[in-house]
């Protein structure tokens, strides 16, 4: 298998325009070999899109982090896919942990979601992970199967192609405690070898990203798991220097 390592900065509700431009002013001239992708605010996103592009070449894709379950209408806050498309997005997050959690979306919404946002040709990272009480539980099997079937019911093998998965612990999103690359590569082995086959994926080729507390120090060792394909990263992808640290982590494998 050929591995496509992804580094993901998920910027969340985080950067001014000011910040935008003093990030990619330290990012240019940098080399990176993997896909280098950022999701800023909605409202940042043609900003970031042409420094992005400026700096990282075609290594770079910008995203959203949401986007509506519906093409257009009376649905005052959201942001249509159609939207994001037609300004040059290349993928949106359906399902952060933040969103079902804060928002309560849950896999029904999410599957519409991620339906539509393939439909009109946005790549999606679908998001899903325990809690710390569902694993504490032993239930963390059961929970992100539960995410996967219902949240990709529905789409076509041909679709599936345009979907990454992001396998994201809620217990180490932005806590500072990172899962072990045993625990992040026993879900990924899982998630790739017990789930992904069922619902329609061509499981060697599916990008499987870890996500909780990825940082520069800890990054490498994750990326040598068999079965991690990338990180998708908040806290450390505010920071220019740690994001240029994880993309080159990643050039390395690529
Ligand atoms: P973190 O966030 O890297 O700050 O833990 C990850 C995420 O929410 O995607």
Redesign the pocket.
Same mark, same amino acid.
């Given at each position: 298998m050929t591995r496509k390592i992804h580094i993901v900065g998920?910027w969340?509700m985080n950067q001014t325009s000011n910040d935008i431009d003093s990030f990619f002013k330290e990012m240019s001239g940098v080399v990176v070999k993997c896909q280098s992708w950022i999701t800023p605010q909605s409202i940042h996103i043609p900003q970031v899109k042409k420094l992005g592009e400026d700096a990282l070449g075609n290594m770079f894709q910008v995203g959203a982090q949401n986007c509506s379950h519906k093409t257009s209408g009376a649905f005052t806050g959201d942001v249509s896919p159609t939207s994001l498309k037609d300004i040059g997005v290349g993928f949106t997050l359906v399902g952060? +942990?933040?969103r079902r959690a804060i928002f309560n979306e849950g896999n029904q919404l999410l599957n519409q979601k991620t339906i539509l946002a393939l439909n009109e040709g946005l790549k999606v990272i679908f998001?899903v992970g325990e809690t710390l009480e569902e694993r504490e539980q032993g239930k963390t099997e059961e929970v992100v199967k539960t995410q996967l079937e219902e949240g990709l019911k529905g789409i076509s093998a041909g679709q599936l192609t345009d979907v990454i998965i992001?396998y994201?612990p809620v217990w180490?999103? #932005?806590?500072g405690v990172t899962a072990t690359p045993k625990q992040a590569q026993d879900a990924h082995d899982f998630i790739r070898n017990k789930v992904l086959g069922s619902v329609g994926f061509k499981i060697d080729d599916v990008v499987i990203l870890y #996500? #909780? +507390?990825?940082?520069p120090d800890n990054v490498e060792e994750l990326l040598n798991c068999t079965d991690i394909d990338g990180a998708?990263?908040? #806290?450390? +992808?505010l920071k220019p220097s740690d994001f240029m640290k994880l993309c080159q982590a990643g050039s390395k494998l690529n």
């Amino acid at each position: 298998m050929t591995r496509k390592i992804h580094i993901v900065g998920n910027w969340k509700m985080n950067q001014t325009s000011n910040d935008i431009d003093s990030f990619f002013k330290e990012m240019s001239g940098v080399v990176v070999k993997c896909q280098s992708w950022i999701t800023p605010q909605s409202i940042h996103i043609p900003q970031v899109k042409k420094l992005g592009e400026d700096a990282l070449g075609n290594m770079f894709q910008v995203g959203a982090q949401n986007c509506s379950h519906k093409t257009s209408g009376a649905f005052t806050g959201d942001v249509s896919p159609t939207s994001l498309k037609d300004i040059g997005v290349g993928f949106t997050l359906v399902g952060h +942990s933040e969103r079902r959690a804060i928002f309560n979306e849950g896999n029904q919404l999410l599957n519409q979601k991620t339906i539509l946002a393939l439909n009109e040709g946005l790549k999606v990272i679908f998001c899903v992970g325990e809690t710390l009480e569902e694993r504490e539980q032993g239930k963390t099997e059961e929970v992100v199967k539960t995410q996967l079937e219902e949240g990709l019911k529905g789409i076509s093998a041909g679709q599936l192609t345009d979907v990454i998965i992001a396998y994201e612990p809620v217990w180490a999103i #932005g806590t500072g405690v990172t899962a072990t690359p045993k625990q992040a590569q026993d879900a990924h082995d899982f998630i790739r070898n017990k789930v992904l086959g069922s619902v329609g994926f061509k499981i060697d080729d599916v990008v499987i990203l870890y #996500g #909780g +507390s990825v940082k520069p120090d800890n990054v490498e060792e994750l990326l040598n798991c068999t079965d991690i394909d990338g990180a998708l990263v908040g #806290g450390a +992808s505010l920071k220019p220097s740690d994001f240029m640290k994880l993309c080159q982590a990643g050039s390395k494998l690529n």
